[in-house]
Structures are given as C-alpha cells and as structure tokens.
C-alpha cells in the first residue's frame, strides 16, 4: 500500500521554529484528495493528535496544545501536506507521524478526526526541542 514520507524534522531551540511536510511515497497518489493529520507521540506515551485539514482544506482542527502556533495547509501544486510549527516548546519533542484517510468534512468541523482509522501512515520524523 501506498506510504507516506515525513520530512523536515530536526532539532530546534525554544521559541524557534520547524517546517514538517509530508508527501506519498506513489507520485501518482493524490494526497490533496484525502483528510490528512499529523499525530505525534513520545516513547511510552499515546500517540496525540495535533492537526488536521479537510480535502477541501477548508476546514482545520488543532489540538489545544499546539493552537496558535502550528499551522497545517497543503501546497496543491506539490500534491504535499506542511505543519509549520512556530514559537516552539519542549514538549513539542516527539515523533511526527502524518496520516491519510476518507472522511467527510464535518468529522473535522467536529473535531473527531483523532477517532479516525486512517488508511495510510508515514514512519515518522523526530522533532527535538532543547536549550
């Protein structure tokens, strides 16, 4: 099955900032077609969800820990999905993961995304956030 690829983790110093993107591992597979989240976790601890964006984009959803400071949206022409994550803390040092799936806009509009079994995932991408 089709795979999704993370990029763009690193390391990062309070305050500062991280751009994530994430792309299908099948050029021919149109991301911009699906509900797409990003989901983090730290080793030993549940996997939280932190984003999501509707197929039509128009709608967002973040968690409330991330709110006002991380950023999802598609660039449509790369057929690639971005987090952009500002005024970074360091909590945020996690792995990333992005995710796929169908499902209709209102399940983001009402914020159950993260009940969502999505149909494809990426391997992760490690996000550390120390002084």
């Known amino acids: 099955q089709v795979q999704l690829v993370e990029s763009g983790g690193g390391e990062a110093r309070p305050g500062g900032s991280l751009t994530l993107s994430c792309a299908a591992s099948d050029s021919e597979f149109t991301l911009n077609s699906y509900t797409v989240a990003w989901f983090r976790q730290v080793q030993g601890k549940e996997r939280e969800g932190i984003a999501c964006t509707s197929s039509t984009s128009v709608i967002t959803d973040y968690a409330d820990s991330v709110k006002g400071r991380f950023t999802i949206s598609r660039d449509k022409a790369k057929n690639t999905v971005t987090l952009q994550m500002d005024s970074l803390i360091s909590d945020a040092t996690a792995v990333y993961y992005c995710?796929?799936?169908?499902?209709?806009?209102?399940?983001?509009?009402?914020?159950?995304?993260?009940?969502?079994?999505?149909?494809?995932w990426g391997q992760g991408t490690q996000v550390t956030v120390s002084s």
């Open positions: 995710a796929a799936g169908g499902a209709h806009s209102t399940i983001v509009r009402l914020r159950l995304w993260t009940f969502l079994d999505f149909d494809y």
